[in-house]
């Protein structure tokens, strides 16, 4: 494993002392976030995306060197395993190369070549491979056996070929290069299958479609794929046929004569029978594989963003879940998100109908001293927004909130159990009203596919997205912190060292015998031990607590030395906490000790000056712009305030208050060159965009970032280019790097 060390080292950039400490760490049971957070003297300060790389890399070579082991018992088994075979196989570095090593030893099926091999025409391929200048047609003649199955010349020559089609398409040199040729010259090429154009209308951009695979990027990939799994695309994958072919010959026909002839015969039936197919296959894995990563990556990154959105904080509110014909749903919640009451209204039905539901909401914000309104931005949600609005109720704030999901979360079981008396409408009221007051703490208890903020999220590897998307709830929780005393057992169980289990069990201590008053009560919740206390009680908060620093990330193993440092200036914990002036008197340098660097005093300071900061941003209403409801209201030109709901490589979507998100393409976010547009813009950020075009008839509206140029430039823009292959649109200069990974 030491050797392993070196590699990731090698590929991280970091020292082999960093990837052992950590892989160490890891199998102790340490978590990624406990890890970068109360460990940085041990892993020289990684962060959490290199604890993980660390992790996942570690994980996959032991999955190589445990199919190495296989591998070399089956060939020893098989009586195969020669020292120069063992060393080959010793040595490869990925799955694919120990792969192709085996192939020819593997046991398989009945193909041709072992057909032939049994009618005994081994001899007879090896004549041939080995391009004499004798007649093929003689020494064919000597291998005819009607017994055997072999009658003529012809059948001899046929099934020799076979057998030099296999041994050239089993050949792990050949592979490799074939394998390159594929990766770096190959293109897609997909056409539309013939009667579907009708069914297929939301893939007619590649109806016709060829691109280099280097240059597809994943969204595009997993378009394709998709089409052709619904039977709307043929898709082929495949480089130059002459280039590849050309490639075999060079390789095996060595000579000029008759029987290279039939070598270069059997090169050519080896690429189009064996090699193309085996190819195509290990190709599209492998494309699928980089476009699940990218995708991931891009959802990922976006539930980031969205969970760590803004708070609105503990506050009195009414939320609304709109409706026309049905009602709105209204829930008034106090601070700490409990439900106090639900009704409906009918605000859209006619006027009675609407005076009645004024009358209610005002005699509920009145009732409840709501601070705010929260209402949900799904069916007649900016309707109702104007009906809120038009009351002109002082001292209330009024939010549009992103509904994805709380369906979802209302009629899941999490919902039955906290609401077991109320049907799913009120509790999808509920759920937005309290994702306004802290999007992380609600948006946990909804599964991260459904929070709206992916691409093909349903296409791509489903184990893969799962565990990207558990890291990246559990970051966020991490780096937020919980507070102990009022968190969800949902939240709780994405805290480092706890799990569902232990979350639930923390709730029902809490239950039986109040709040926690100190961290180290969680010491007496069930089953909850010393390693799942070190690796949870940094991150988990008491407000009010006993002791000031169990409201903070100070971590409790460090408690003795702050106190240390307080009564080494003469004053209090508490006294450390609130004055800047006794935190700069400490001298850190004399605290460092085997196990304390200053890494660690550093973080230790600035959580005493704000401790259990909240690392999120602060709150900022947002109103859409009155009179633009619904698509048909758009024209091109109009400036209007949105909201970033979604982010891809080719753009970002923005609700702008229509119920259908416009796409502001990468070229579009900004005047200057960006590669991602993740350099400029967030899930939930507040942008002002121009409409540039609307397509009501295929719902999609296309927006721009940037500042005005002259209408001319403009128009020009958007004016489609003839006697040009046109890009799908939304895809216009998407490009990725080249395919080959350098873990591949």
């Known amino acids: 494993m030491p050797d392993h060390y070196i590699k990731i080292a090698q590929e991280l950039s970091i020292s082999s002392k960093q990837v052992a400490t950590t892989a160490g760490l890891l199998d102790e049971g340490a978590t990624v976030p406990f890890i970068s957070r109360y460990r940085k003297e041990l892993t020289g300060s990684l962060d959490e995306v290199q604890v993980a ?66 009618k005994g025409l081994q001899p007879l391929a090896d004549l041939l491979l080995a391009q004499g200048t004798g007649d093929p047609e003689l020494y064919a003649a000597t291998y005819i056996d009607a017994e055997k199955g072999v009658n003529n010349t012809a059948e001899a020559l046929a099934g020799a070929r076979d057998i030099i089609a296999e041994i050239i398409s089993e050949n792990a040199e050949v592979r490799a290069k074939m394998r390159d040729l594929f990766l770096n010259k190959g293109t897609f090429q997909s056409k539309v299958i013939p009667g579907k154009e009708d069914a297929g209308i939301k893939y007619k951009d590649y109806f016709d479609w060829t691109e280099p695979l280097t240059s597809a990027p994943s969204h595009r990939v997993l378009a394709m794929r998709r089409a052709e799994k619904e039977e709307i695309l043929y898709l082929d994958i495949q480089p130059q046929e002459e280039e590849a072919i050309d490639l075999l010959d060079r390789t095996f026909v060595t000579a000029n004569n008759p029987a290279a002839a039939q070598v270069k015969q059997a090169a050519g039936d080896s690429y189009k029978r064996l090699l193309k197919p085996s190819m195509e296959t290990e190709v599209r894995l492998l494309t699928k594989k980089k476009a699940d990563e990218e995708a991931i990556r891009v959802f990922a990154e976006n539930a ?79 309707e109702t927004e104007l009906f809120v609005k038009n009351l002109n109720i002082d001292g209330v704030t009024m939010v549009m909130v992103n509904e994805s999901g709380a369906s979802i979360y209302s009629a899941s079981d999490v919902a039955r159990e906290e609401f077991p008396d109320q049907d799913i409408t009120v509790r999808g009221a509920v759920s937005i009203g309290r994702r306004l007051m802290d999007p992380l703490a609600e948006l946990v208890k909804i599964d991260p596919k459904s929070i709206g903020v992916g691409q093909y999220q349903h296409d791509v590897d489903q184990n893969k997205l799962q565990t990207s998307l558990d890291d ?10 919980v507070e102990l005393n009022t968190a969800s057992k949902q939240i709780l169980a994405y805290v480092s060292g706890l ?103 550093n973080d230790i300071m600035a959580e005493l000056a704000k401790p259990g900061l909240d690392p999120r941003e602060k709150f900022e209403a947002f109103s859409f712009t009155e009179g633009v409801n619904t698509i048909n209201d758009l024209k091109a030109g109009m400036k209007l305030p949105g909201i970033v709901t979604n982010i891809t490589n080719f753009g970002a979507f923005v609700d702008i208050g229509v119920h259908q998100d416009g796409l502001v393409h990468l070229s579009q976010i900004t005047n200057r060159f960006i590669k991602d547009p993740n350099e400029v813009l967030k899930v939930h950020q507040q942008v002002m965009v121009t409409v540039t075009e609307v397509d009501a008839n295929r719902k999609r509206i296309s927006l721009s970032m940037k500042e005005a140029e002259p209408q001319a ?32």
């Open 472 to 481: 990246t709830v559990t970051s966020c929780v991490n780096a937020v912190g």
């Open 499 to 601: 799990g569902p289990q232990l979350a639930q069990n923390i709730v029902d201590y809490r239950n039986q015998n109040g709040a926690f008053k100190k961290r180290e009560q969680l010491k007496k919740v069930a089953r909850l031990g010393d390693k799942a206390y070190e690796q949870a009680a940094g991150f988990l908060r008491i407000r009010h607590a006993e002791n000031p620093l169990d409201a903070s990330a100070v971590h409790p193993e460090r408690y003795a030395l702050v106190e240390q440092m307080a009564k080494d200036i003469k004053c209090s914990v508490s006294d450390l906490m609130s004055d800047s002036k006794l935190r700069a008197s400490i001298p850190l340098k004399q605290y460092i000790t085997d196990t304390v660097g200053l890494p660690t005093l």
């Open 713 to 744: 430039r403009v128009k020009k823009a958007i004016q489609p280019q003839a006697k040009v292959q046109r890009e799908p649109e939304m895809d216009l200069q998407s490009k990725l790097a080249a395919l080959k990974n350098k873990f591949r």
């Open 304 to 382: 980031r963003q969205l969970l760590l959105a803004a708070p609105l904080g503990q506050k009195r509110l009414i939320a609304i879940d709109p409706g026309f014909r049905t009602g709105c749903k209204v829930v008034a919640l106090d601070e700490q998100g409990k439900l106090l009451e639900y009704t409906a209204i009918f605000p859209h039905t006619g006027a009675g109908q609407q005076r009645e539901a004024e009358k209610t909401l005002r005699h509920m914000v009145e009732k409840y001293k709501t601070e705010a309104i929260a209402i949900g931005n799904g069916t007649a949600g900016r």
């Open 53 to 118: 790389a660390i992790r996942d890399r570690v994980q996959q070579l032991r999955e190589l060197d445990k199919r190495r082991e296989a591998i070399l018992k089956s060939l020893t088994e098989l009586g195969k395993l020669t020292p120069e075979l063992e060393k080959l196989v010793n040595e490869a570095e990925t799955m694919v190369a120990l792969e192709d090593i085996y192939l020819p030893y593997r046991p398989k099926r009945k193909t041709r070549a072992s057909m032939a091999r049994e």
